[in-house]
């Protein structure tokens, strides 16, 4: 079944601990994004990578760092987490990237940072 | 002012109603437009994908775009209880960044 995975899908943390939160796609996307999701604002972009070993950063990157080592991992590492971090996190992958691919998303990481 | 304007309810209707989704937007560069249902606990997934002003049809949904008042719609006609979600509609300039830029989305419930 052709789908984007994340994990954990639930986390609770303290300030300050770094964590990881991994996506994989299996569809041989060459695109991959995060967004965070939080209430009255909607989605909005922290980083994207455009194939392996290319990223670049979205409009809310600050206090977040993304790698794209291998072309279906897309992991979005908090080194040093903060309660304003505390969000709904969400993997988005499409085909190439252009404005005509359909992006698939993940089913989401719930983080709260205490 | 947030690019993408969209009333986030919650709305409530009845099985069998006809519901409209609307989203405002204030950048004239958009070029694609789409809109996403989310079931609660779940990730987006695309419903309707518009790239000119018109109208798409698809089954029981109706994506509008009006590109000239900056104003897109979706509607639902025979709305089931299977569509209660939140709708999010989304909209992307034309290139290869592919980022998308989402309303804040709206709570739909239809009850049987």
């Known amino acids: 079944e052709a789908q984007v995975t994340q994990n954990p899908r639930y986390l609770i943390t303290v300030t300050g601990k770094k964590l990881t939160v991994t996506c994989s796609q299996n569809m041989n996307h060459e695109y991959m994004s995060w967004y965070r999701q939080d209430p009255g604002l909607g989605l909005r972009q922290i980083y994207y990578?455009?194939?392996?070993?290319?990223?670049d950063k979205g409009d809310v990157p600050e206090g977040y760092k993304v790698s794209r080592k291998e072309k279906r991992n897309f992991p979005l590492i908090l080194e040093s987490p903060s309660p304003n971090q505390t969000s709904l996190y969400f993997c988005?992958?499409?085909?190439?990237?252009?404005?005509?691919?359909?992006?698939?998303f993940g089913p989401g990481t719930r983080l709260t940072v205490l | 002012q947030k690019e993408v304007e969209q009333d986030p309810g919650p709305l409530s209707v009845p099985e069998g109603a006809i519901v409209s989704l609307n989203c405002t937007y204030s950048n004239s560069a958009f070029q694609y437009f789409m809109w996403y249902r989310q079931y609660s606990r779940k990730g987006p997934e695309l419903l309707m994908y518009t790239y000119s002003s018109g109208n798409k049809e698809d089954g029981r949904f109706t994506a509008q775009v009006d590109k000239s008042s900056k104003y897109i719609s979706l509607f639902i006609r025979d709305s089931q209880p299977s569509d209660s979600a939140t709708y999010l509609c989304?909209?992307?300039?034309?290139?290869?960044?592919?980022?998308?830029?989402f309303g804040q989305g709206t709570t739909l419930q239809v009850k049987p």
């Open positions: 990578s455009m194939n392996v070993e290319v990223t």
């Open positions: 989304a909209m992307i300039l034309s290139g290869n960044t592919g980022k998308l830029i």
């Open positions: 988005a992958s499409s085909f190439s990237g252009q404005s005509t691919d359909t992006q698939y």
